[in-house]
């Protein structure tokens, strides 16, 4: 494009616009034949302007002659329509962050021409159409930045918004934050990484393989803004490199006297360094990288930094320091071999995890499962009969068991000299021995059991079995036998024995109630009383 | 000798070895056993058993039993002289041991201290029978009561005590006021007079019987 001729064509179009904006709305309801070509001339310059936002367009420019409304209409929305969604993205941003836009209005003013442009038209323009453009433009530059930062890879973003915090060029910035990361938390982070692991180190790791992507990856960034940026990176760079070096506090110090002593016009007045200061004004108690050093000093220290042996050297000193005053202090309780409670801390063997032999067996835990388990086990043992019931152990005798000999208390029947004959016999001959006592016993006792087996057989059997004849000797007395045969009667009553007046106690003639006569009832009662108070008197006299 | 299995020959040579060396001696005259009768240089052997009052009527009662075995089998002369209250004894010729008379002397002075002539005989079937006597004092010294008590326990009730102990011990016991008398072997003549001496010093009858069956119970092992 030639610019004089996009100069003139610029200004046309803006004529139109601005000829547009004057029109009153009721002309519009007229199809005019210069408003339109006015307001295709007008998009025409809108739509280049916004071009180099949206390199996915396939259009370069609005192609308006011998184009139906509606292709046109199609074109502009082709291009609009992915900027709108990042243009919400961006009014998101900024309803959270809104010092984002104050940092966008700072960075309006040293802005190049095109930023200019865009903060007049941010300024100037109320249409909606010139509202979206602007917003448009806005979205293509952070598009851009975004789509760069994609190309680059999260690191790079990371590192333009640790940098960029610096905010030299705020839209820049807030298309940074508004992507992936805020670059406040962005800072957390990497203060919390640094602190935790290596102090300062990290950062500095951080940084050089941040620059070694930037200087691998700068690919087709012919905008000033993108070489301005990799300056401040590289300015950041340095800063923190520095600042990990001198260390935390020391570094911001130093920083802070160099500016002191070599502050200069672009210290104050140019876009970078105006920010570098407020950051640094911002950030110096969070000890982050700042890029507020000059760019000479930074570039001097970048020469003098660091080398990755040196770091490694660091980090082993302090390793050996640590292990030195380590090994200076008193041990811990634990490795101090037999340790009284007196001599630990209260309480302090519980975090311990102590090691020793357990020589009892831990109670088993009673669960469910347990119970249930066990529960099982005795039914099926009820259900078998298997019980564990300590049988007798019986000590099974070599011998038979010797027959106890009983004591007999009678006079015994036989002689002495018979008994020692029978010894004498038992011993020389024992087939023919004769019963022993126990043996006339048994004979007993089988006598018994057949008499009552004879009788119970008798009653159970159905079918009748004569007693069985037993020879035995029979005692006949010689009694006369009228005495044998007389039978006294069972029954006897007293009735018959005894005479009436055997029967009767009592004395004289006894009258019936009815037969006695009034003289004689009188009698009768004077006897009774005269006794009675007789009683009664001497009952009297005894208690007396 | 080294040859194990010497011939009748040898043996033989050997024995006239002998009998050359002592040539002068006569042979061994060869004796029959002496009779009792002649032992005694044919005099006769008298024993006599004097008669307590006490058993006389039990000797006019048993006379036969006695005189029957002694006279019959063991062939010694019986009689008794009523004028001395004895019993005399004298061996016959035709006595066949030097012994027999006294066991018949002893077994008559069985009868005569207390025993019953069955018991007695047994003293003449056997030889290691024997009849020791002590008495309640020889043991404890008890008087009065305490006498007559140790005689109640000795015996029992109706004798059931002293029935236990010889049927236990296989031996006859004769109770005779103080003094006892015990007819057996030796061993249970022993454990008898053990159990009668601890029944005298005053153990309860139920101990003396618990020790009697443990000690019978182990005689009877024996055999």
Redo the contacts between chains.
Sequence with gaps: MIPSAMASSTETALESLHHIKSTEPPEWLVPKQELSQAVRAASKLLFSSLKPYCPKSPFDQLLTEGFDVEQIWQQIDLQSQPLLSSLRREVKKFEKHPEEISKLKDGGVGGGEKKKKVLEQIETDNVVNDDEDDDDMDMDEDDDDEEEEDEEGEEEEKERGTEEESENEGEEKGGIEDKFLKIKELQEYLEEDEAREFGLKKKKTKAESKKEEEDTEEEGDDDDEEDENEGSEDDDDEAEEEEDELGLFDGNDEEDEDDLENARYEDFFSRKKNKSSKEKAKSRDMLEEDSGSDDEQDVDKRKDGPSKHEKELDKLRSKIEEMEKANLDPKVWTMRGEVTAAQRQKNSALEVDLDFEHNVRPAPVITEEVTASLEDLIKTRISEGLFDDVQKARTSSSKAPREIKELDESKSKKALAEVYEEEFVQKTDPASALLTFSDELKKEASMLFKKLCLKLDALSHFHFTPKPVVEDMSIQTNVPALAMEEIAPMAVSDAAMLAPEEVFSGKGDIKEEAELTKAERKRRRANKKRKFKAEAAKRMGKKA | MSTEAPTSMETETVASKTKLESNTLPPKPKFEPLKAHEMSDGRIQFRKVSVPPHRYSPLKKYWMDIYTPIYEQMKVDIRMNLKARKVELKTRSDTPDVSNLQKCADFVQAFMLGF?V??A??LL??DE?YVESFEIKDVKTLRGEHLSRAIGRLS?KG???K??I???T???IVIADTKIHI??SFANIKIARDSLCNLILGSPAGKV?SK??QV??RL??R?
């Design positions: 019953d069955p018991d005989i047994a079937r056997l029978l029992g004798g059931k005590t029935f236990a010889e049927n236990a296989k031996t006859r007819l057996g019987y009697l069956r019978t119970a009877a092992e055999f």
